[in-house]
């Protein structure tokens, strides 16, 4: 069966993008998203980090980097991570503004999970249509990034496999067969439209 799927970070740049991009690659249907109140990429230290709204498009973050410090912003990996994301969509998403219906969402943290959750929740289920929640904990960096979004795509591959009509249970089964397989630890959570 084939899922209509997004994936969501905090400021839909490094985990949910690395994603987005092995899922689109695998022909899977794919949205990918942020939670956060703006976009928070590392600046020059912990304390001075570049903040952009949500909608700021990939190119104008990339020529704002690349102007203000074209050596540190090559060597952390961000011009890098900003020019694969500008090829994939025009600008990060923040899901609480997205109108979007996904039959599956795979968030990248807790605290990530929780925000889609209450969102879901606050939205209300006025079309009655499930959507699974399940969290794939992966560290901000960029290659927990690129081994993260090889496993939601292994996770998204078996559940388009399941060919049970009891699809809840066959979800349930399915992930705790993915856990045994990958020693992830998942959150799960079945909320509604």
């Known amino acids: 069966m084939r899922y209509n799927f997004a994936v969501i970070c905090a400021s839909n740049q490094n985990r949910s993008m690395e994603a987005h991009n092995a899922l689109s690659k695998g022909g899977f249907n794919i949205k990918s998203y942020g939670t956060g109140s703006a976009v928070r990429l590392p600046g ?23 102007k203000k410090d074209v050596n540190l912003y ?26 979007g219906i996904f039959d599956i969402i795979f968030t990248c943290e807790e605290r990530c999970f929780d925000a889609v959750c209450e969102d879901l929740i606050n939205r ?33 591959t078996m559940l388009e496999n399941i060919e049970s009509e009891d ?26 439209y």
């Open 44 to 66: 020059p230290s912990i304390d001075k980090p570049n903040v952009y709204p949500f909608g700021t498009p990939y190119e104008d973050i990339y020529q704002d980097l690349l």
């Open 124 to 156: 209300g289920c006025e079309n009655n249509k499930p959507v699974h929640v399940i969290n794939i904990e992966i560290k901000d960096n960029h290659e927990d990034a690129a081994v993260g979004g090889q496993l939601i795509k292994k996770l998204a």
């Open 167 to 192: 699809i809840g249970c066959s979800v349930e089964n399915t992930l705790e067969e993915f856990q045994r397989e990958t020693n992830c630890s998942i959150l799960h959570s079945l909320s509604y």
């Open 74 to 99: 090559t060597q952390n990996g961000l011009l890098k991570m900003l020019d694969r994301n500008k090829k994939i969509k025009r600008a990060p998403e923040r899901f609480q503004d997205s109108t």
